[in-house]
């Protein structure tokens, strides 16, 4: 079942912050970030194994909170280098992507 | 160490030829998964391969779709008697332990059939 992301679509002026969130009706046991710019390979940002973990890399950060099978991720200050089309990925073996959330950031 | 590497970049298949995509992991990664995408969509998972074995290929079509992962050599995804439908971008990711860990993403291979 594909998890299911929230916002579509968000337009962030440089500096401002945005959070992301992807839930699931399955039980989740981790979360994959990926982000891709047009054009491109999907980049890994990070993964969640446990419920209720967090991790950070650079000014970006991720929870997951394995009760209510959701996943949020946070950009913080944003900078132009972080538009693009964020993914949630859940899944045993491969993995089953969101439909992505748009960001674009403008100077 | 090279990332992951698949090619070629673009194929331009007639309809009815056959495609074949390749895809070398990074060095010592052992676990191969494909997906497929198509514009503005996002990644759908097709196969799961770890040397010489296919671990999960739920996500793969039924008939014309095949994947390999032989103990020497590239990760091959083949696509027999192509069809219109069958023209997306399909990407390559490699891991080094199972799908629990970092998987990293080749360029891809834009496949157009006409």
């Known amino acids: 079942q594909q998890p299911v992301q929230s916002p579509q679509a968000v337009i962030l002026r440089e500096g401002e912050d945005a959070v992301i969130n992807c839930s699931s009706s399955k039980a989740l046991y981790s979360v994959h970030w990926y982000r891709q710019k047009h054009g491109e390979a999907p980049v890994f940002l990070m993964i969640?194994?446990?419920?209720?973990e967090q991790k950070g890399h650079e000014k970006i950060s991720a929870s997951f909170n394995e009760k209510k099978q959701q996943s949020s991720l946070y950009l913080t200050a944003s900078q132009l280098s972080y538009s693009g089309t964020y993914f949630c990925?859940?899944?045993?073996?491969?993995?089953?992507f969101g439909k992505g959330t748009h960001l674009i950031i403008q100077p | 160490n090279a990332g992951v590497m698949q090619n070629p970049r673009h194929l331009v298949r007639r309809r009815g030829q056959e495609a074949r995509l390749r895809c070398s992991p990074m060095?010592?990664?052992?676990?191969v998964y494909w997906y497929r995408q198509l514009p503005e969509e996002g990644l759908k998972f097709m196969v799961y391969?770890?040397?010489?074995?296919?671990?999960?290929e739920s996500g793969m079509p039924k008939e014309r779709f095949s994947a390999e992962f032989p103990k020497e050599g590239p990760s091959i995804l083949r696509i027999q008697q192509v069809v219109r439908g069958d023209s997306a971008a399909y990407f390559c990711?490699?891991?080094?332990?199972?799908?629990?860990?970092?998987?990293?993403f080749g360029q891809g291979t834009r496949l157009t059939v006409v």
């Open positions: 060095k010592g990664h052992s676990h």
């Open positions: 969640l194994l446990k419920g209720g």
């Open positions: 990711a490699s891991s080094p332990g199972g799908p629990n860990t970092e998987a990293f």
């Open positions: 391969l770890q040397k010489e074995n296919i671990i999960d």
């Open positions: 990925g859940t899944g045993a073996d491969g993995l089953t």
